[in-house]
């Protein structure tokens, strides 16, 4: 599916994700800026931090709503952690916008 990340600095990078990888792996196997994802999918660490733009994503579960508590930036009601979204044909055209700070 095609996922845009706006990265830190306002830069734009379209790309296209594998269904089955999160919107996590996605960047990070592209070097997008701004996502950390210390854990590494786990949604144990809440460095993969995002905020979705647009796009229809189902709701946090309980695990990531705890996680989702120690966000370093500002949390926000479309925060989300990126390890959690599945790249599938609903998430195509998914726009998330990575915030400054991770820590
Ligand atoms: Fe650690 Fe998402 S990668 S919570």
New binding site residues.
Partial sequence: AKITYIEPGGQRQELVVPDGWSV?EGAIDKGIEGIV????????????HVYVVSGAVDEPDEAELE?LELVAAERKPNSR????LEVGPRLDGLVVQIPDTQY
Avoid: E
Wanted: with cysteine; charged share 0%; aromatic share 0%.
């Fill in positions: 996590m994802a210390q854990c590494g999918g786990g949604c144990s660490c809440a460095t993969c996680m952690l990126s390890c959690q």
